[in-house]
C-alpha cells in the first residue's frame, strides 16, 4: 500500500471505525486512541497490507484493541460512593435511544461487537467472521443468540418505561 492508499483509507475509514468502537466502549476518547492505535499499526503494516483488504484489517485491528482496552479497564477497579437518589437505576427511560444503548450494554462484548457490525455497519457474515476471527456459521449463531437477549430485554415493561 502507498503512502497515497494510506490517507485514502484513513479518510474513507476513520469515522465508520470511531462509531464502531465508541458504541462498544461508550467513551469517546479511549474510542479515538484506539482507532488512532488501529491506523498507526496499520501503517507500520502498509507493506503487508494491499488498499482492497486494508477496510477489514483495520475493523480487525481495531476491534482486537478494543478487546484489550476492555480487559485493561476491567483490572482497575474504581469504589465510588452513591447517594440513594443518585444511583442510575432508580431513573426512569423514556427515550428510545436510550433503551436501546442500555439494551445493548446488557449483551457480552462479542454479541454487542457482532450486533454492530452486522446491523449498524451492515458487514457480511463472512466479513465479520473474518474480523472477528468465527467463521460465518458462529457468526450467524452468536448474532441469533444477541437479537434473543436484546428481544428480551426490550418486550419487558419495566425496561422501556
Not at 501503517?43 to 488498499?51: A, E, I, L, R, S
Not at 427511560?93 to 450486533?115: D, G
Not at 449463531?141 to 437479537?147: F, K
Request: aromatic residues 10%.
Amino acid at each position: 500500500m502507498t503512502e497515497k492508499e494510506y490517507n485514502k483509507c484513513v479518510d474513507l475509514y476513520s469515522d465508520n471505525l470511531f462509531r464502531f468502537i465508541v458504541k462498544n466502549l461508550e467513551h469517546a476518547e479511549d474510542a479515538r486512541d484506539v482507532v488512532q492505535n488501529s491506523f498507526e499499526i496499520l501503517w507500520k503494516h502498509c507493506q503487508d497490507v494491499p488498499f482492497e483488504k486494508a477496510k477489514s484489517y483495520l475493523f480487525t485491528v481495531g476491534y482486537h484493541n478494543m478487546i484489550d482496552h476492555v480487559r485493561k479497564v476491567k483490572r482497575i477497579t474504581l469504589v465510588d460512593q452513591f447517594k440513594d437518589e443518585e444511583k442510575v437505576s432508580d431513573h426512569k427511560i423514556h427515550n428510545a435511544k436510550e433503551v436501546i444503548e442500555r439494551a445493548l450494554s446488557k449483551l457480552s462484548e462479542v454479541q454487542r461487537s457482532l450486533v454492530m457490525l452486522k446491523d449498524y455497519e451492515g458487514y457480511s457474515y463472512e466479513e465479520i467472521g473474518e474480523m472477528m476471527n468465527l467463521n460465518p456459521s458462529q457468526v450467524k449463531v452468536y448474532l441469533h443468540r444477541a437479537r434473543i437477549h436484546l428481544k428480551n430485554y426490550l418486550v419487558k415493561m419495566e425496561n422501556v418505561i
